[in-house]
């Protein structure tokens, strides 16, 4: 398998409707390091809990207009440390590996099937960072975060 994606940098997948940008563990150590902030701090600025019935995951904060609260015109204001999720796009398992899912997704992403073309170790290997950032997860009645 192959698939070829290259960014226009249009800013379409980080803004226009609602969405999750969902954050593990490691993706709020980066960011808070990048920021110089501590963990507790970065998640309350920026991100959201969504709850899940007996537990939290954190997603990063939207504005009134949906854009992603790191999106500025420059574009992603903490880009060397965006979250996996971003980091993977559009290399995410049920997207990339198949095709409906992939024709479909045209319509969001101007960068699909355009550009550098990915081999198959490449795209196994993004696969594997996006199923293994697992999103950090709160159990309710935990006061704390970190
Ligand atoms: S929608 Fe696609 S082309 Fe546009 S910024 Fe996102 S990944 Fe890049
Ligand atoms: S963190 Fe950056 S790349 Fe990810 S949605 Fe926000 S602005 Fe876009």
Known sequence: MTRRFSCKMCSHCCSGEPGFVFLSE??????????????????????????????????????D?????????KGCEIYQSRPVQCMTYPFWPGLCDSDQAWNEEKRNCPGLDSGKEYDEKEILHLMEESRKNVPYRLEKGDDFAF
């Not at 990048?34 to 970065?42: H, I, Q, S, V, Y």
């Not at 939290?56 to 904060?61: C, D, H």
């Not at 207009?65 to 015109?73: E, G, H, T, V, W």
């Open 65 to 73: 207009d949906y854009s992603c609260i790191f999106l500025s015109k």
């Open 26 to 63: 490691s993706d709020i150590e980066r960011a808070s390091d990048e920021l110089g902030l501590c963990k507790d701090e970065f998640l309350s600025l920026y991100a959201r809990r969504i709850d899940y019935g007996t537990y939290y995951l954190y997603s990063l904060k939207e504005r």
